[in-house]
């Protein structure tokens, strides 16, 4: 499993789209850079802004009513699929640039997607159960350094 999507989702969540997915991006570049998925680093910084993207604006259309951890979820099943799709199209993408042709190129992808699948559950499992305690710590936190 791959926490960096969780994290990624949370981070947008308490900084909001701008702060969120630049925090993402750095965590996710540093972590591609150090680990030997340098030539990733560039399509995963836009995967984070193209998730951020869908984070914020779903969390806006629960009207940011994060009191229900059904709404808390429903964001991150929306970052999930999100990163499902994606996954999808830069694997076509870059099969078709590697000179398969478009069948090829779309069963491939479509079949390597069962672990962005599990990535993507294990981001609305870890999403739904650290957002409130982590909010609750954030607030805590806050409220100590304000007096």
Known sequence: MHFGNSLVVLAVLFLGFYKGAIAGSIGL???DVLNGYAAEAPIIIIEVFVVALVVTQSFRLV???DSKILNITLVAVAAGVTKVILSF???VIKLLLGGSGLGAAVTSSFLSLPATVINSISTVIIVSLLYIPVKKALEIFLDASES
């Open 63 to 65: 009207k940011y009513n």
């Open 89 to 91: 199209i830069e694997g």
């Open 29 to 31: 570049g540093i972590f």
